[in-house]
């Protein structure tokens, strides 16, 4: 059984480029959500992805975008980066349950730095 | 709106003391509450969920719906215990909302 991978583990970046970050679910898992994690805080729920579609959207603004394949693998797309996008990006992934609550099982993250 | 605080950024104590977690929530409905713990140089992964009343690693935490409380604790602290842990809330599905961590540091 494999565990959570993303893609690239470090990255820079100028204000203004766009940034994807990748991530393959562990086996068996349907469901990905994203988190950005900023120096010093909790992680914050950015979006989730069931059966290719977004299904749920913290409060991040419309240039954080993202996707999900058939494989349940997913990106994370970030436009028009901002010195304050600089940050880890955590990517975990779950089972739908129509009940109770998903245990997220995590990756080691990206850490993007915007500069 | 749900939110989870935890009162502690840093949280020091000798190895073979008690330790005490605290965690406080809110949330309008039927909260779910988890402990996630990240090691040095590890990703963050579960350490226990209230659901499941186990204890983990010598850790157990208890909902306590009157006090909106989800305080971790662990009777006698191991220098392997020192890490970031965070209390977490589950709203919808799979949507975790976490607190900004505590950082447990366990001297010899």
């Known amino acids: 059984e494999t565990g959570v991978t993303q893609s690239p583990t470090h990255l820079i970046k100028t204000r203004g480029q766009q940034v994807t970050l990748r991530c393959s679910s562990q086996?068996?898992?349907?469901?990905v959500s994203w988190y950005q994690q900023a120096l010093g805080q909790g992680p914050q729920f950015i979006f989730q992805y069931y059966r290719e579609e977004e299904n749920g959207r913290g409060n991040f603004p419309p240039r954080f975008s993202g996707l999900q394949f058939p494989n349940y693998s997913s990106e994370l797309n970030v436009n028009a980066l901002e010195l304050d996008d600089s940050a880890l990006y955590l990517c975990?992934?779950?089972?739908?349950?129509?009940?109770?609550?998903?245990?997220?099982?995590f990756g080691a993250g990206s850490r993007l730095t915007v500069l | 709106a749900q939110r989870v605080t935890q009162p502690e950024k840093l949280l020091s104590v000798f190895k073979g003391a008690p330790v005490e977690l605290k965690c406080n929530y809110s949330y309008s409905g039927s909260p779910e509450l988890f402990w996630y713990v990240q090691y040095s140089r590890q990703r963050l992964q579960l350490l226990l969920r209230?659901?499941s009343r186990e204890s983990i690693k010598g850790f157990t935490a208890d909902l306590n719906k009157g006090e909106t409380s989800f305080h971790l604790k662990k009777p006698f602290a191991q220098e392997e215990d020192s890490a970031m842990y965070y209390c977490?809330?589950?709203?919808?599905?799979?949507?975790?909302?976490f607190g900004e961590g505590t950082q447990l540091t366990v001297n010899p």
């Open positions: 975990a992934s779950s089972v739908n349950r129509a009940a109770g609550a998903n245990v997220l099982t």
């Open positions: 209230h659901i």
């Open positions: 977490a809330l589950i709203t919808s599905g799979s949507r975790l909302t």
């Open positions: 086996s068996g898992h349907n469901t």
